[in-house]
């Protein structure tokens, strides 16, 4: 692969907000969401899967606290409308006020120095928030082939972070090269959260209180071996999130499901594929039917975690 040089700033138009706000916003997502809320202090963030009662995720969140009364959840803009819709079905009485928030705050993806040219600390291990100033947020990402990164949070209106301009495609590329999922339209409800890894990337508590979908995704995790995992492959050609991954000698059934891809800066595609560990014995990956492009395995970033 090409050496590119991941450096600097680039709007998130593709990210959205929502904000929960009140007394029980914290113990109301708690409910909901696979991470803890009710334990999360203001330097935490938190990776989380909202999940159907079936255990299938249907969006993921970067969860900060600023206020001990107010959670920001950023999202994928796409689903966003159905999944405040979605989560506002189960206030009932609880004392928290969930809105649409995108157009009030800016979001920016910050690689390489820009984030130690913006006060950050480089070496911040994924999952920290930090408060520049009074009104921004800035929490540490997942690397993507070792250059660590960072997501800004100010208010609409603020100054941007300061630092030349990256490419929105090559900012994607590197969410892809993070390993980590971020959930979009074409695979709702395709993965319980251990297919996309998110078990041993800080994305599930298997110790908090009940969600929806919390005994299908304990008893995947406790009561028998998890037959499919999140892997990182390369590709000649166009590949899309929801198409399907087929193993040599079997050219009718597939074995896995692309859950992110974007076009690499060399020319190939990058992607995150979900798929049943057994197919990487098989080999012979390809994409869309078996006779599709041709899907090569790299490393993952992370170890992935047998048992919690």
């Known amino acids: 692969m090409t050496t590119v040089v991941l450096n600097g700033v680039t709007a998130l138009s593709h990210l959205g907000v929502i904000r929960a706000e009140g007394p029980d916003a914290a113990s109301f997502l708690h409910g909901q969401l696979t991470q803890d809320f009710s334990l999360q202090g203001a330097s935490d963030a938190r990776l ?20 001990p009364e107010l959670i920001l959840l950023v999202c994928s803009r796409d689903i966003l409308a159905a999944t405040l819709k979605r989560l506002s079905m189960f206030v009932l009485r609880a004392k928290v006020k969930l809105t649409d928030a995108t157009e009030q705050f800016a979001l920016y993806g910050l690689a390489g120095t820009a984030l130690t040219g913006n006060g950050l600390d480089a ?16 929490v540490s990402l997942y690397p993507a082939d070792g250059v660590p990164r960072a ?26 090269r993070s390993g980590i999922v ?23 508590n298997f110790k908090k209180g009940c969600y929806p ?29 929801g198409q399907e991954v087929f193993a040599a000698g079997d050219a ?17 595609w990058s992607a995150l594929i979900s798929m049943q560990i057994a197919a990487l014995e098989a080999g012979g990956l390809r994409v869309g039917s078996a006779d599709g492009a041709a899907l090569t395995v790299e490393p993952l970033p992370y170890p992935l975690l047998e048992d919690i």
């Not at 959930?183 to 251990?194: C, G, K, M, N, W």
């Not at 028998?224 to 999130?241: C, E, I, N």
């Open 123 to 138: 070496a911040a291990l994924p999952g920290k928030r930090t408060a520049v100033g009074d009104e921004v947020s800035a």
């Open 48 to 67: 989380a899967a909202l999940c159907t009662a079936k255990g299938r995720v249907i969006a993921s969140f970067i969860g900060i606290k600023p206020q």
């Open 151 to 176: 997501l800004w949070i100010a208010p609409a209106g603020h100054a941007a972070p300061v630092g030349p301009a990256v490419d929105a495609s090559l900012w994607q590329w590197s969410e892809v």
């Open 182 to 204: 971020t959930l979009t339209t074409p695979v709702i409800e395709a993965f319980v959260p251990q297919m996309i890894n998110y078990e041993s990337v800080g994305g599930v």
């Open 252 to 268: 009718d059934q597939p074995v896995g499901t692309v859950a992110q891809a974007a076009p690499a800066p060399d020319g190939g």
């Open 213 to 241: 979908g919390q005994e299908v995704v304990a008893r995947s995790q406790f009561r028998g071996t998890l037959k499919r995992r999140t892997y990182l492959v390369q590709a000649d050609a166009p590949v899309s999130a």
